[in-house]
């Protein structure tokens, strides 16, 4: 089992683009992904935020392992004040091999676990979309920390 826990980010703020932790690799592939150095669970985590009176956005990374076949067993996705739709999908040689879709409620700050229900499947790709749902009042983030995969 290995976490990918972002534990060598340090600049708050910074553009977040790749990064390797545990022999996999995580790239923003669409969004502002930005490192939350100060808060994570622990910190640090990645996020992207949405401005007052923006649209819903979404942000798009994706996780590989060099060509490697490994499993997806969860993650924790956080957001400061909205609920958090998302969708996991996993491939393996360009097929789809699972596809998670949901929303969890309102996290109000707080980071919530979603766990695959399809663990044994192999895949050597998985992306994960997550959206930052539209509010009248504030900005807000929207994030992700904590993604275990097996070998």
Do not use: H
Not at 24 to 38: N, T
Not at 131 to 140: F, G, I, L, W, Y
């Amino acid at each position: 089992m290995a976490k990918i826990a972002f534990n060598s980010l340090s600049s708050n703020g910074a553009r977040f683009n790749t990064y390797a932790e545990s022999g996999f690799k995580v790239s923003a592939v669409s969004g502002s992904w930005e490192v939350m150095a100060s808060y994570g669970n622990p910190a640090p985590a990645i996020i992207f935020k949405r401005s007052a009176n923006e649209p819903t956005t979404t942000g798009v990374v994706e996780i590989t392992r060099g060509g490697s076949a490994f499993s997806f067993q969860s993650v924790d996705f956080y957001s400061s004040m909205t609920p958090i739709p998302y969708t996991i999908n996993g491939y393996r040689n360009s097929t789809l091999i699972f596809s998670l879709s949901k929303t969890v409620p309102n996290t109000f700050g707080n980071f919530a676990t979603v766990r695959n229900p399809e663990t044994a499947e192999t895949i050597d790709r998985l992306t994960i979309s997550l959206s930052n749902p539209a509010t009248e009042c504030c900005q807000n983030p929207v994030g992700l920390d904590n993604i275990v995969l097996g070998y």
